[in-house]
């Protein structure tokens, strides 16, 4: 399932994703603002009973306020069941060269991008179970041990595990673990 809202974008996505038998593809044309349509529009083809991976991949920076970031992340993960994950990457503010290129592409660019620094990007994750080793240049996030070792660069990625999901039931909270346990107060556990 691929989401944008640029037409050329979605014209190649037209072009390239296609179902086989081996699985479905989709893609869908709503703005990343709208969650709820997202997730509207995504259950025709995922199974939300099953974990998911959500993949925001270079498209933060064009949300500009963290809160709002963290709050799309939240109401997307929110419906997901635990041991879903979320992995994303985006632009650090660690190099002034991309500092400045990215200055200049704000100029005339639209939607405008607003890079971050690891420690903002991280909290956009918060309430979810940060994956080793945390947020990380992507040269830098579990390299492959046998390839030459890469310089840093300002892409920083991050994966974060919905580890549990806080659930109301009447007057008692039940949290359900990534491995289908549920617990209720008292420590009763339960499964399913
Ligand atoms: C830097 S590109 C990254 C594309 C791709 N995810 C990748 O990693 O190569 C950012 C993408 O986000 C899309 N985008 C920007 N703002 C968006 C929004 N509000 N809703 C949906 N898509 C958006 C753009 O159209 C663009 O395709």
């Given at each position: 399932m691929y989401v944008d809202n640029d037409p050329l974008v979605l014209t190649d996505a037209r072009a390239l994703l296609a179902s086989s038998p081996q699985g479905a593809t989709a893609y869908i044309d709503v703005d990343l603002y709208d969650p709820a349509r997202i997730l509207g529009e995504a259950a025709q083809t995922l199974d939300f009973g099953k974990p998911v991976a959500l993949m925001l991949m270079?498209?933060?920076?064009?949300?500009?306020?963290d809160d709002e970031a963290r709050s799309i992340i939240e109401r997307l993960m929110s419906v997901f069941p635990a041991g879903s994950y979320v992995a994303m990457y985006d632009g650090g503010d660690t190099d002034p060269d991309v500092v400045e290129a990215t200055r200049i592409w704000n100029?005339?660019?639209?939607p405008k991008y607003h890079l971050r620094s690891p420690v903002r990007l991280a909290a956009l994750l918060s309430g979810l179970e940060m994956v080793?080793?945390?947020?990380?240049?992507v040269t830098r996030?579990?390299?492959?041990?046998?390839a030459p070792a890469q310089p840093e660069i300002a892409q920083f990625a991050a994966v974060a595990l919905r580890r549990s999901v806080r659930m109301c039931d009447g007057d008692d909270d039940i949290v359900e673990f990534a491995d289908g346990v549920h617990v209720q107060p008292g420590g009763v556990r339960g499964r399913g």
């Open positions: 270079g498209i933060l920076g064009h949300v500009e306020s100029v005339s660019a639209n080793d080793p945390g947020v990380a240049s996030w579990k390299p492959d041990a046998e």
